[in-house]
């Protein structure tokens, strides 16, 4: 059974930094993609940042320069660097996996990724 836990949300004021992190369990997939998704309320759930298999990387336009997606693959924990928040930054976000991703697209929409976390609260104040 494939879990995904995020942990590391926060609040935080704006310019500050937050590591999330995403512990995966039972998944055994060699080529993958993971991403970072955030859902405000109100908004639809929107793509962050993705990394697959090879450590390829795709970011959405609003956090490029900001956020970096790495993973441990021993640990098999996703991460997520979020440096100079901004409160439009506040959401749920959530860590997903995607197995049958080849290779990391340049536009991260959440269709495909077949297992969810339960996500982590982020909120930045101004």
């Known amino acids: 059974q494939v879990q995904l836990v995020e942990s590391g949300g926060g609040s935080v004021q704006t310019g500050g930094s937050l590591r999330l992190s995403c512990t995966v369990s039972?998944?055994?997939?060699?080529?993958?993609?993971m991403g970072w998704f955030r859902q405000g309320p109100g908004k639809e759930r929107e793509g962050v940042a993705a990394?697959?298999?090879?450590?390829?990387?795709s970011y959405a336009d609003s956090v490029k320069g900001r956020f970096t997606i790495s993973q441990d693959k021993v640990k098999t924990t996703l991460y997520l660097q979020m440096n100079s928040l901004k409160p439009e930054d506040s959401a749920m976000y959530y860590c997903?996996?995607?197995?049958?991703?080849?290779?990391?697209?340049?536009?991260?929409?959440?269709?495909?990724?077949?297992?969810w976390g339960q996500g982590t609260q982020v909120t930045v104040s101004s």
């Open positions: 997903a996996a995607d197995p049958g991703c080849w290779a990391v697209p340049a536009l991260i929409f959440p269709i495909g990724y077949k297992y």
């Open positions: 039972g998944y055994t997939e060699i080529n993958y993609c």
């Open positions: 990394i697959d298999s090879g450590d390829n990387t």
